[in-house]
């Protein structure tokens, strides 16, 4: 699929692909005129035309001096996008359906470089205006529709620099890593019961965390929203957060095989959104995938290491 | 920074790359409104005004509705004013299309439109004015338009750093350009016609009219340059420098009629070829179709080009470009009496009118008793009747007879006057005559040793039968005897200016100016002796003196020199590309072999990344290439043998080189490039 998608991306357009005959392969640069660029070209053969119409020297002159700018503008566009080297770094995580961001580091080898396009797929470009002898720092995009582990081994780099009307392609290579969670599917599915597991009108607490209100204390910066007495803040009595009594025991756990949908993408996608839910709401939880079992637990690293498995689970 | 490349929504130019595109647009219009009509300067300067406003004041711009309005009004008024499809027409209507153009700055991609079109609107000042100083004006130009064209598109850059860039660009494009100009096969005589420019450029007439007013005469433009061969230098009374030949006689205006037959040979192959001067003419546009030559030319090289027998020359297309000929005239002959059997072209004369001169001539002809006595009597009735010389002279009330009205009221005027006037006198009284229109008289350059001939030095003489021949006859010099030393407007003296003018030429600071001035028209004779006339004759001697004699080849000459030029375009091209080959950096042998065979391998597909180590990029290959896997195994431990096990001998370095020299990967074939572990 990736193939693909390279393939198309290489020749989008009945311009890029009739252009394409014309690339220079030299040096993994591919150069190819802007539409500016066709303008500028047709504009010069026809100052050619008049200076040899009328045997004017001047203009002979001037169409040359145009062409050689042209031509001598290429030294610059390949200096330009070929001045910099491009590091990834971290490993990106989104959901399937959404623009995967991965984050990269351009650093200018000598001079600065200008105006240059980053993309993974050909097709959306990210804009860097200036890159140093200090690392500039720039995001990537790319759409991703399916769930899995994504490694891009080359980056386009673009850059019209500096008269815009040449455009130079590279790939450079690189590695990125990206992690992308299945699309959250609404269902009504339930969920295991672990003892202790009270019987509620709703298969979530709505107010609490845990089950029993223990007492007021200072807020702490990362202390959940919901828990945030709100009462005292309008009083103006500053800011307080309530703690429950905690129960480790309790909790729910969404299994794989309890899943309504057709296939194992849907059923992925169901047990994502019961689990997003659940930590919606700061409940415990915990996931079945197959002969594989996550304890149930609460919190940020425990929702990355659910989405991980969901995001993992059969896929290599 | 994270905005698509492609597609900028929501552009909104800054008011100050706006303000720098307006004032590209300016600065390359500035030049044609010497060219274009005052209307069209008008309306560019009203639209130009709105922008500067609009920027100011955020006044309301115009919708898609109103700039094709607007277009087409532009369109016809170019048209209109200019009198239909002449290259004026084109230029107004390119600065006002432009000037509109810059309501429409929604986007990046329509500031750089009216960017580029500048460079066509500044280049195209060529047609009109090819002198050094606005050569230097169109450089500078093209060079600010390129900074803006950076600076726009790029805003990193600012706008002084892109003017140096712009420098850069430019100066190291000077060399390619002038390989290309000097290679570049010339065609001669162009494509198609050219379109003429304007008239009101240039002013030599092909008809002389009384009521006309002397516009030619005050004009210090040059008209032509002359070089003589062998350092010859004629004296002053010698230079008079035939143009047209003026046959018919309309009353008050003279026209060329319809004569127009070759010269016979026979006559002229007699003369001596040590009595013929021979010079070269550099003639400026002047739309008309014939040349100029010292009286008497007896040969012109110019193609295209014939001389009459009434020895004027004339060409088969105006001329609308500058022009270089060569010539060769017989100083102070006279022409043979042409058309020997026919008196009636030198004798025609309108019905009626002007009763006085012909009278008068018919009374001044019956007391001579020769023909050669009746032009001294009549050139005495000039001197003793006080006809005084003026530029600006009274124009006769219409329905009188000008020529009447001229001789027996006025009696004020320039050359035109006083040559046709007494050739209508000499054809009243039966003697066939003609005019001449040309130049008479020229100024030395010391510097350049060449002859300055200028739009003032216009002239008009008679030319009267004498037995066999033609003579000349200047009926202004007896009126004004010192037209004979000055140009026409230095010798009417008329006009306070010009008095003043003549006594500050001979003050020390105005013979220093006029040194200066020399110095400065010689430098502009040079530049276009050696840039602008390069021709395909130049050419022909500079691939000469570089050994490659073009004789043989003339027919494919041209054919050639296209291949070449567009081959060495080529090469420049990818020659341009290996300079871009990074410089192979400091390294033993090993470090060099090692990175070429990385750089091999990326080209088959592999990554190869800065901080693998030799084991992990053998990994890298089996992965990606499992095929190339063997033959890399062998460089890679030979690489690891070498650089860490000490174990280097002159045959492993030699046996490592060898390997990575017959390394040959091949294309990278179907597998993915980029890796996606998906399901």
């Known amino acids: 699929m990736t193939t693909d998608r390279i393939r198309a991306s290489r020749g989008i357009g009945l311009k890029n692909r009739f252009f394409a005959r014309f690339a220079v392969p030299a040096f993994g640069v591919r150069l190819l005129p802007t539409g500016h660029g066709v303008v500028y070209v047709v504009l010069l053969a026809a100052l050619l035309v008049g200076s040899i119409n009328h045997n004017n020297n001047l203009g002979y002159l001037l169409t040359f001096l145009l062409s050689a700018v042209l031509l001598v503008s290429i030294i610059f566009t390949l200096r330009n996008i070929n001045g910099f080297i491009c590091q990834g770094h971290g490993e990106a995580a989104v959901f399937a359906g959404q623009a995967l961001p991965f984050s990269l580091s351009l650093q200018a080898k000598d001079g600065p470089c200008y105006g240059l396009g980053l993309s993974l797929d050909g097709t959306s470009w990210s804009r860097v205006e200036r890159v140093d002898a200090l690392s500039a720092a720039c995001q990537v995009f790319m759409p991703v529709n399916r769930r899995g582990r994504i490694e891009m081994r080359r980056i386009f780099a673009a850059s019209a620099f500096p008269l815009g009307l040449l455009r130079a392609t590279r790939e450079i290579p690189i590695v990125l890593t990206g992690l992308v969670y299945p699309k959250p599917l609404p269902t009504h599915a339930g969920s295991e019961k672990i003892q202790g597991e009270r019987e509620e009108n709703d298969t979530f607490p709505l107010h609490t965390a845990g089950h029993d209100f ?89 929702k990355s290491l659910c989405l991980r498995a969901l995001a993992l689970y059969q896929s290599s | 920074m994270t905005t698509p490349a492609s597609a900028t929504p929501g552009f909104v130019p800054s008011r100050q790359e706006a303000h720098l595109v307006l004032y590209a647009v300016i600065l390359c219009t500035l030049p044609h409104f010497f060219n274009i009509s005052v209307p069209a300067i008008l309306l560019c300067l009203a639209l130009w005004a709105y922008h500067f406003a609009a920027y100011r004041w955020s006044l309301p711009r115009a919708g898609l509705m109103t700039r094709t309005l607007l277009g087409v ?58 002198s050094i100083l606005s050569s230097a004006y169109i450089l500078g130009c093209i060079l600010f338009t390129t900074a803006v064209l950076i600076h726009i598109q790029f805003p990193a850059l600012a706008l002084t750093p892109a003017l140096a860039l712009s420098w850069r660009l430019t100066s190291r494009a000077f060399p390619l350009m002038l390989l290309l100009f000097l290679v570049f096969p010339r065609i001669q005589g162009g494509l198609w016609g050219r379109p003429a420019l304007l008239e009101s450029n240039t002013g030599f007439a092909d008809e002389i009219s009384f009521g006309a007013v002397a516009r030619l005469a005050v004009r210090g433009d040059a008209a032509f340059r002359v070089t003589f061969d ?18 018919d006689c309309q009353g008050e205006t003279w026209k060329q009629g319809g004569r127009m037959r070759p010269v016979e040979r026979d006559n002229m192959d007699m003369v001596a070829q040590e009595e013929r001067r021979g010079y070269t003419v550099t003639l400026e546009p002047h739309n008309q179709r014939w040349l100029f030559a010292l009286d008497l030319p007896v040969r012109v090289t110019s193609p295209g080009s014939r001389l009459h027998d009434d020895f004027a020359i004339h060409r088969s297309r105006p001329v609308t470009s500058r022009l270089s000929y060569q010539g060769e005239s017989i100083l102070d002959i006279q022409p043979v009496y042409q058309p020997a059997q026919d008196d009636r072209p030198g004798l025609q004369l309108p019905r009626g ?20 006595e009746f032009v001294e009597k009549l050139l005495d009735f ?50 066939p005559a003609r005019l001449v229109n040309g130049y008479f008289g020229g100024e030395e350059n010391p510097f350049g040793g060449y002859w300055l001939i200028r739009q003032s030095d216009a002239h008009v003489w008679v030319e009267v039968r004498n ?47 006029a ?66 080959r990074k410089m192979p950096r400091e390294g033993d042998q090993v470090a060099r072999a090692w990175r070429v065979f990385r750089e091999k391998l990326e080209r088959a597909g592999v990554v190869v990344l800065d901080y693998q180590g030799p084991a992990d990029l053998l990994k890298e290959v089996a992965a990606a290439r499992p095929d190339l896997r063997g033959r890399a195994e062998v460089i890679i431990d030979f690489y690891i043998a070498i650089r860490y096990r000490e174990q280097a001998t002159a045959e492993m370095l030699a046996a490592f080189c060898q390997a990575v020299r017959n390394f040959r990967p091949g294309r990278p074939g179907r597998h993915n490039r980029t890796t996606e572990v998906g399901n």
Not at chain 1, 238 to 262: C, N, P, Q, T, Y
Not at chain 1, 278 to 284: F, K, L, M, Q, V
Not at chain 2, 97 to 125: N, P, W
Request: glycine content about 8%; some cysteine.
């Open chain 2, 382 to 431: 000039y001197r003793e009747n006080r006809f005084t010389y003026s530029l600006t002279p009274a124009v006769a009330p219409s329905g009188t007879d000008a020529i009447d009205w001229f001789l027996f009221n006025s009696r004020s005027g320039f050359c035109e006057h006083f040559a046709a006037s007494f050739a209508f006198l000499m054809r009243a009284a039966g003697i």
């Open chain 2, 73 to 130: 009004l532009l369109f016809a008024a170019a048209i209109v004013t200019n009198e239909g499809l002449t290259l004026e027409a084109f230029v107004s209507l390119l600065t006002m299309m432009i000037a509109l153009k810059l309501f429409e700055q929604r986007h990046q991609r329509d500031e750089m439109t009216v960017v580029i079109l500048c460079y066509f609107l500044i280049v195209s000042g060529m047609f009109f004015d090819d």
């Open chain 1, 214 to 302: 223990d007492g007021l204390r200072h807020y702490r910066p990362g202390d959940h929203p919901r828990r945030i007495h709100w009462k005292s803040l309008a009083g103006q009595r500053g800011l307080f957060a309530k703690v429950f009594e905690e129960d480790e025991g309790g909790g729910a756990i969404f299994s794989l095989a309890d899943m309504s949908g057709r296939s194992l993408e849907d059923k992925l996608g169901e047990l994502c959104y019961l689990m997003l839910r659940a930590d919606g709401y700061g409940a415990r939880y915990g996931l079945r995938l197959g002969g594989q079992l996550i304890a149930p637990g609460r919190g940020l690293s425990h």
């Open chain 2, 230 to 247: 062998n350092g010859f230098r004629p004296t002053k009374n010698q230079l008079y420098w035939r143009g047209i030949v003026l046959w």
């Open chain 2, 353 to 372: 009118g002007n009763p006085r001169a012909r009278e008068l001539a018919a009374r001044l002809r019956r007391t001579s008793a020769t023909d050669a």
């Open chain 2, 467 to 513: 037995g066999d021949f033609w003579q000349r006859v200047d009926p202004t010099l007896a009126v004004a005897p010192e037209r004979g030393l000055e140009n026409a407007r230095v010798a009417t003296g008329a006009e306070a200016r010009d008095s003043l003018f003549s006594q500050f030429k001979q003050s020390a600071v105005g013979q220093w100016t």
């Open chain 2, 515 to 580: 040194s200066l001035f020399n110095a400065w028209d010689m430098v502009n004779s040079r530049w276009n002796q050696s840039v602008m006339e390069y021709s395909f004759a130049d050419q022909f001697r500079l691939f000469a003196s570089l050994g490659i004699d073009l004789e043989k080849f003339r027919g494919l000459f041209q054919l050639l020199l296209i291949a070449a030029a567009v081959l060495g375009t080529a090469v420049f091209f990818f020659l341009a590309l290996a300079f871009m």
